[in-house]
Every structure is written in C-alpha cells, then in structure tokens.
C-alpha cells in the first residue's frame, strides 16, 4: 500500500498529514540553524573590519562603503543563493554533500575511481544508483579521459587541494570567531593589554578542543538557539542601525555601485575583495552536512531566516560606517547599542564557539571519508553518541586542530591577517565545488554543453575574481592554508600512492590457484580444528601472506576464510548487502571469501558481531548453494526490508563443459547476509559442510593478518625512495593499524612481510 494511502486509511487526513510534513521540515531547519550555520552567521563580526585592513581609505561621499555592500549583498545572493542553494544542493549523493560526494557521482558514473578492489557486484547495491539514459556529445567526448591514469590523478589531486584547505578551514575559523568576539571587550576596557585579548581566546579555544571528546550531542540542543537568538540580534541591531543612521542605505544595492567602487578605488579595491569574500565563509559547510538534515530543511533555513538576518546585518553596520568613518576597525561593536552590549557580546562569544565547532564536526567527518578512500593515514575513530550516526570524535586529529589554532592566534594576533588566510581558504573550496560540479552536470545529469558552460564562467569568474584578490594577501596571513594545505595534500598523496603500490605487489603476488588445487584437499599441511580468517586486501585470489605463513608453519584450520574489508564509492552500505560470501576452489577443499563492504562515510561498529554474522553468511551460502531462486531465503529476503535487489548474486554463475575447469576457478556465485541471520535455517536439514562449520566455529576461530612494510626497490628513483622509504614508512609506523573488525588480541596472529614495490 501507498504509504500516503495507509495513512488516509489510519484516520489521518491529507490536510494533517502535509501540516506533519512541514512542522518535519520546520523542526529539521531550526536544528540546521546551529550545526550548518554557525561559521557564516559570526561572519558579520570580521568582514568590514578586514575589508578596510589595506590602504583603502573612506572618502566623504561614502562610495567605498556603499560598493562594499554591494559587493557582500551580491555575492551573498549569487553565490550561497542562487549556486549553492538552488544548484549545488540538488547535486548530492544518497543524501549526502561535500566534495567527497561530488568525486563519488563521478567516479560512480564515469568509472574514475583509483580505489582498488572494485567489482562489477558494487554496481548492484541499492546506493549506487547511475542513470542508465543515452550518453550526450560531451559525455561521449569525456569518456576518452577514463582510461588516462594521468586525468584520474589529475583528478584526485585537485578533490585532495579542496579537501585539504577545508581542513585548513578547520584551522582558521575556531581563531578568527573566537578572537574577533572576544576583542570586543576592548571596547569597554581600553586599557586591557592585546596579550590578554590573545590568552583569553587562547583559553576558549583549548576548552573548546578539551571538551570534543564528550560529542556535540550533550550540548546540542543549545545550538540552534544560540544561533537563533544570535541572528536576531543581528538583524535587530541591523534595522535599528539603518532607521537611525541611513535610512537610504538600501540604495547600496543596486549593482552599479560595484563598477563605482572598482573605478574608483582601483587595485586597492580590488585587493580588499579578499575581505567581502568573508561574508559567504561557512556556505560549503551547508553542502558539507547535507547528510545530517534534509536538502529541503536547509533550504527553508538559509531562505527564510539567515540570508534575510545577515542582509540587514551587513545593512545596518554600512548606515553606521556612513555616519561614523572613524570607528571602521571596530565598526560591529561601535554598531550596537549601548544597553545591549554586554548581552550581544555574550551572545556574540557563544555563536563563535558553536560556529567553530560546527567546521570542527566537519573536519573529522572529512578526515574519516579520506581514511574510508586511502587518502589518509589510519586514525582512532570514536563514537561519541549511540542514537546519532556520524557524530564522531577523532583524538590524535583534535589535538593537532588544537595546537595550529594556538599557534595562529598566538602567531598572529591580527583579525586582519587571520581573515586574509580565511578568505584563499574559503574561495579555493568553492572554485573546487564549482569545478566539480561541472563535470557533474555533464557526466551525471547530462546537461547541454552550453549549460555547463554558462555555469562554470560565471560562478567561477566569480570565485576566481575573489582568488586572485586573497593570493595577493598571501604575505599578510594568506600562506598559513597554502602551507597547511600542500603539507595534509602531501601526507594524503603519499598515503594513497604507498596503499596502491602495496596493492599491486598483492596482486602480483598472490598464490596461483592451480598450485592450490594441485595440494589437494588437505593442501599439503595439516588441518586443524576450526575456522581461520586470513585478512587480505584482495578480492581474488589467494594472498601471499596465506603462502608466506604456510612455507614456515604448514598447519591450518579446517574451514578457511579469506576476508577482505574495503570501501566502496557509495556512502553508505544497508547492512543486509554489507558481507559477501563466494566459495574459492573447490567444495572439498573448504575454503570461502567473505567481503566487508563500506562506503566512504559507513564507520566501522564497536560491537559489530563479525564472527557469528560470519558463519550464518557461510551456511547460507553452503545451503543455498545451486539454487538460484531457492524458496528457502524467500521468508529472508522479506524480513531484510524486502529488499528490492535479489539476495542472491547468481548472474556471473556460469556452467563450463569442464567440471575440473569449474573447480579450478573461483566459484562466482555470490550470497548477500542479511540480518535475518541463521534463525530461519532452524526448522530445516543443514547439509553436512553446514555442520561441519558449526563444529569448527565450536571449536574456535583465529584470525590472520599480514603486517606489511612496503620499501622501494633499489632501481627506484630518488624522489620515490623518499616518499616509500621515509614519508610513508614513517606514517605506517606512527600511525594506528586498520581496525579489522574488532579483532580480540587472544585471537590474533600477525605474518610480517616486506613489500619491495
């Protein structure tokens, strides 16, 4: 049944249940309001002062400020409006946004993924969803470039430069909003040194950092209305400044006094534009969190309320320039009145914490997607609530965040300076975004040429006007992201480039299947009670750490699993399509596959039953082994959501006039576990290899793992001796292992290997 028409048939009238599905969307906005907005709404607390940082002096006529305004209004609308919530919003991946999410459509689409281990099986989970309609001109010319590994790194490196300076992002805005908020205090105690100014941000910072570990969740709910009340203010403060001071500011508007503040401010005003760009900071976040909320919600929130409060922000601070030059460097203070001064600088001070921690949140959201791809070294991931996903902690992340953005306050000292490093942070996001999403419109949503065209020169002519503005600050503060960014773009690149060679010496290694077969049943050892898991980051074939084990110990279990754990280009995988089960060699032998799946935003469960969930996949496979359509997963199937996909992955089974041949190889028939588990065999006869594995999981199970280390062979060049033999040897060394599914110690036993590659 429709669920509209259950509804309707449960009593609830269409007119109640379209009132229920607003107040959702209203709810689901006002929580965006201190998660995605925070960093763009505290943006009206630097973006003047910075502005006029340079040489740019105002004159009598007040056509500096009102071009100024112009400029923020016009940027805030064309770009966070019009790009961000009326195009790049639609451009999401199962819900999710960011640059990942983007480079996942593409990859998916246009098949320029670089992650190794992908399969044919990936493309029939529920998430990867690609529009099967006819393949236009310019998609047809792009697919030239898929088979170039040169425009695949291409690629990747320019995903990884706006990667890195959102990272840097996450640097920049805890220092800019906590000191731009608490340099208002000056105002009212003139005499307080600039030292104190520094240490007392310095101290909101690390108790900022201190408490990350106990999740955003226990104070959550104080979010959004800190923001609420915080964009009121603003916008009060805004219409009161504009009646009282300039009620003609509005005239500011008009794009003319753009073209007047160029012609007449000339390359000074043209470098100041790295200040108005601060105005937007905080509108790749909205993108960035679109998983956590509804595309619709956050829509509704930015339309209706903080693009409307932040305009007549920006309004009423002009009125008050107009009237009051001298008070430029401290014209958001100066602005507000006296006898709500000190409840706005609370406020002020609380918005800036809640909008650094928002840029917080997200960099260990990025941080754990580029592990999830190999573009970053492992790192302890910890989940900080039980009922929200994705709400996550990162340690060894959040002290290093910690001790940069001390160093930059301490280090610079300057709002001015701060902001200059902010704004080339923010614009080079964005030309990213625009970039990608270009090629989004061409490949995913085969949009005409022109389209794309018209789209890509006027946003990122835009966006490119504001870069060239910000790289001419890059003395005054704008190195610090340059610096910040090639060294995370230089970890992640050797990172990634070390994970793939050691894939390929896997795949150039692996034992051959006809040297397995020709051992025998027994495989030439001993075979013990029990189920061994060897880990391996192959999808086929046996690993060579398998036959490095048994040179030196040539004894093993009785059932014998080779799991392989990877990451796909979805975001998330359903639990019931999460394990793949597939028999290697043959029955006798008794030997399985398992595949974990995840995508690039799944994080492994503490309490993920890997091993009972293991061996129920197992026994499905043995029971329903040859019969494609078999009625015994029937009742499965429809307790696994019924789920629309076939549980069973029979299509590449195929049948060979050579039965030996048909034991050579790896049998293709693949099973989906589903949560139903083993709880509907019960009530039927097991086979016996389906008995003979339950009696070896009674008997215990072990788990292998090859520990690796990957040096550069001797006719190596320089520069790939560095990066194999120093940078990622020393990252390997450093750094966690991959968590394999919550291996217990007592269980585990490593195989060392070195990997000349």
């Known amino acids: 049944?429709?669920?509209?028409?259950?509804?309707?048939?449960?009593?609830?009238?269409?007119?109640?249940?379209?009132?229920?599905?607003?107040?959702?969307?209203?709810?689901?906005?006002?929580?965006?309001?201190?998660?995605?907005?925070?960093?763009?709404?505290?943006?009206?607390?630097?973006?003047?002062?910075?502005?006029?940082?340079?040489?740019?002096?105002?004159?009598?006529?007040?056509?500096?400020?009102?071009?100024?305004?112009?400029?923020?209004?016009?940027?805030?609308?064309?770009?966070?409006?019009?790009?961000?919530?009326?195009?790049?919003?639609?451009?999401?991946?199962?819900?999710?946004?960011?640059?990942?999410?983007?480079?996942?459509?593409?990859?998916?689409?246009?098949?320029?993924?670089?992650?190794?281990?992908?399969?044919?099986?990936?493309?029939?989970?529920?998430?990867?969803?690609?529009?099967?309609?006819?393949?236009?001109?310019?998609?047809?010319?792009?697919?030239?470039?898929?088979?170039?590994?040169?425009?695949?790194?291409?690629?990747?490196?320019?995903v990884l430069l706006g990667t890195c300076m959102a990272i840097s992002d996450g640097v920049l805005t805890p220092t800019i909003s906590v000191l731009s908020a608490v340099s208002g205090v000056k105002l009212k105690f003139t005499e307080l040194h600039e030292n104190y100014v520094v240490i007392i941000s310095c101290v909101i910072i690390v108790g900022l950092f201190s408490l990350q570990h106990h999740g955003t969740h226990r104070v959550a709910f104080v979010f959004a209305p800190i923001v609420a009340v915080w964009l009121l203010c603003i916008s009060s403060i805004g219409i009161y400044n504009i009646f009282r001071w300039n009620p003609h500011i509005f005239h500011a508007l008009s794009p003319v006094y753009m073209l007047k503040f160029l012609k007449s401010t000339g390359t000074e005003g043209w470098i100041s534009l790295g200040g108005v760009v601060l105005s937007i900071t905080g509108v790749e976040t909205m993108f960035a969190d679109l998983g956590h909320f509804s595309s619709i919600s956050i829509k509704v929130a930015f339309t209706f309320l903080v693009y409307p409060c932040l305009i007549l922000a920006y309004m009423g601070e002009a009125a008050f320039l107009s009237k009051h030059h001298e008070d430029i460097q401290r014209s958001f203070y100066k602005a507000i009145p006296e006898p709500v001064f000190w409840p706005v600088f609370i406020v002020a001070t609380f918005a800036a914490v809640v909008g650094s921690q928002a840029v917080i949140s997200a960099t260990f959201s990025i941080i754990s997607q580029c592990c999830a791809l190999n573009c970053f070294p492992c790192v302890k991931i910890v989940h900080t609530s039980s009922k929200i996903y994705g709400q996550i902690y990162i340690p060894e992340v959040n002290w290093i965040l910690m001790?940069?953005?001390?160093?930059?306050?301490?280090?610079?000292?300057?709002?001015?300076?701060?902001?200059?490093?902010?704004?080339?942070?923010?614009?080079?996001?964005?030309?990213?975004?625009?970039?990608?999403?270009?090629?989004?419109?061409?490949?995913?949503?085969?949009?005409?040429?022109?389209?794309?065209?018209?789209?890509?020169?006027?946003?990122?002519?835009?966006?490119?006007?504001?870069?060239?503005?910000?790289?001419?600050?890059?003395?005054?503060?704008?190195?610090?992201?340059?610096?910040?960014?090639?060294?995370?773009?230089?970890?992640?690149?050797?990172?990634?480039?070390?994970?793939?060679?050691?894939?390929?010496?896997?795949?150039?290694?692996?034992?051959?299947?006809?040297?397995?077969v020709s051992l025998g049943p027994g495989l030439g050892m001993v075979r013990v009670p029990g189920i061994g898991l060897v880990y391996s980051n192959l999808v086929t074939g046996v690993p060579a750490v398998f036959g490095h084990f048994v040179t030196n110990l040539p004894a093993f279990h009785q059932v014998l699993v080779f799991v392989c754990v990877k990451s796909v280009q979805v975001p998330h995988v359903r639990e019931e399509e999460r394990l793949l089960i597939n028999r290697v060699g043959p029955k006798e032998y008794g030997m399985f596959r398992c595949i974990v799946r995840y995508g690039y935003k799944d994080l492994q469960q503490e309490n993920y039953d890997f091993e009972n969930r293991l061996v129920s996949g197992i026994i499905q496979f043995v029971e329903s082994e040859g019969n494609y359509a078999s009625e015994l997963f029937s009742e499965s199937s429809e307790e696994l959501g019924k789920f629309k996909n076939q549980a069973f992955d029979a299509q590449e089974h195929t049948s060979t006039n050579s039965n030996h041949r048909k034991e050579m190889e790896e049998s293709a028939y693949h099973i989906l576990v589903g949560k139903a588990g083993m709880e509907h065999l019960g009530n039927s006869q097991l086979k016996d290899e389906s008995l003979q594995v339950l009696k070896a999981k009674e008997s215990g199970v072990a788990f292998i793992l090859g520990h690796s280390y990957a040096k550069a062979k001797k006719s190596s060049s320089f520069l790939k001796k560095f990066a194999i033999n120093v940078v990622f040897a020393f990252l390997s060394k450093n750094c966690r292992e991959p968590d394999v599914l919550n291996v217990p110690h007592t269980s585990l036993l490593e195989v060392g290997m070195i990997y000349y590659v």
Request: glycine fraction near 6%; hydrophobic fraction near 45%.
């Open 403 to 516: 001790c940069l953005c001390v160093a930059v306050t301490i280090g610079l000292r300057d709002t001015n300076m701060m902001g200059h490093a902010y704004g080339l942070a923010v614009t080079t996001v964005m030309f990213v975004t625009t970039c990608l999403m270009a090629l989004v419109m061409i490949i995913v949503w085969k949009q005409r040429i022109i389209s794309v065209v018209a789209f890509l020169v006027f946003f990122g002519s835009i966006e490119l006007l504001y870069i060239s503005a910000s790289v001419c600050k890059v003395h005054e503060g704008g190195w610090i992201p340059l610096v910040l960014s090639l060294v995370f773009m230089g970890i992640m690149y050797v990172w990634n480039y070390g994970t793939i060679k050691k894939h390929e010496f896997d795949l150039e290694n692996k034992v051959s299947m006809n040297r397995i």
């Open 1 to 158: 049944m429709n669920p509209l028409e259950d509804f309707v048939e449960q009593g609830i009238s269409h007119e109640n249940l379209r009132r229920t599905s607003c107040m959702s969307v209203v709810t689901l906005a006002y929580q965006s309001l201190g998660v995605v907005y925070g960093d763009l709404s505290t943006s009206p607390l630097y973006v003047y002062k910075t502005t006029f940082s340079g040489r740019l002096s105002l004159h009598e006529n007040d056509e500096e400020i009102y071009g100024v305004l112009s400029f923020i209004f016009w940027t805030l609308t064309l770009v966070a409006l019009f790009k961000y919530i009326f195009i790049v919003m639609s451009a999401d991946d199962n819900g999710e946004g960011g640059t990942f999410a983007l480079y996942s459509l593409l990859c998916r689409h246009a098949r320029l993924s670089i992650l190794p281990n992908q399969q044919t099986t990936d493309e029939k989970l529920s998430a990867y969803a690609t529009d099967e309609s006819r393949d236009t001109l310019q998609f047809s010319a792009l697919k030239s470039f898929q088979k170039c590994p040169r425009f695949r790194k291409g690629l990747l490196i320019f």
